[in-house]
């Protein structure tokens, strides 16, 4: 299932790109503005499983600040959880230079390209993004089984294709590198994201994952403006 929403997601952003290359702004506009309208209409179409999903309405709601408490004490009491989630953290900081701007300056200014050429190295990243997932959910047993291995492999290679990104000679060179990126991403998002629903009990597991996701995009948030202002000198 993780596999699939990495797929769909993927093929997303990649049709997204093309149609952006193709289409008028205008039109880019409507499309945006109808799909996002469909998906609001498909959620309210969700209905959890009565057995599943039990809920005492005579209990007092818990306050937001205990429910980060909450989320944050079992976090630092979980052998699996916290290196996971402390990892994808420390993860976002380089993951700022990915920024949208700072990559179209370095298009621009180191490759000589344009935004077309940016274009190109997003699709191509997000077309590896979907190939990734398509080999997790077809390989799922067996990544499940070596769930620790992808993160650390994906963790040295995305290291070292920072670093011959930095060095592209060319356009072309910079979009093939793009679309290397996704696959071993795309592997390492199933796995973390597998191993964070096997090992985290159920109800906690939402408030796992909402502090991941808070404290991850905060940081990129921080280290995407910390680049920008480092870009300038």
Do not use: C
Request: charged fraction near 10%.
């Amino acid at each position: 299932m993780i596999g699939t929403k990495q797929a769909t997601m993927a093929a997303g952003y990649v049709l997204g790109g093309i149609l952006i290359l193709s289409i008028p702004f205008p039109a880019i506009v409507t499309i945006d503005l109808a799909t996002f309208l469909a998906s609001a209409l498909l959620v309210m179409l969700i209905h959890a499983a009565t057995e599943v999903w039990t809920h005492d309405t005579t209990a007092p709601a818990t306050p937001l600040w205990r429910s980060i408490r909450n989320g944050v004490g079992y976090l630092r009491e979980h052998k699996i959880a916290r290196p996971l989630v402390i990892m994808e953290i420390i993860e976002h900081i380089p993951h700022g230079v990915w920024t949208g701007a700072l990559m179209l300056v370095f298009v621009e200014r180191a490759l000589h390209g344009d935004a077309t050429e940016w274009g190109y190295q997003n699709a191509a990243f997000f077309t590896g993004m979907f190939v990734g997932a398509v080999v997790a959910s077809s390989a799922g047993h067996l990544l499940n089984r070596s769930a620790g291995w992808v993160i650390v492999i994906n963790a040295f290679l995305s290291a070292l294709l920072t670093f011959v990104y930095a060095a592209s000679p060319t356009n072309l060179f910079a979009v093939i590198l793009a679309f290397s990126f996704g696959p071993p991403m795309a592997l390492r998002d199933v796995a973390q994201d597998t191993l964070l629903q096997v090992t985290v009990a159920d109800r906690i597991r939402g408030r796992v994952y909402a502090i991941r996701n808070m404290f991850r995009n905060v940081m990129f948030l921080l280290a995407g403006l910390f680049f920008a202002w480092l870009a300038d000198f």
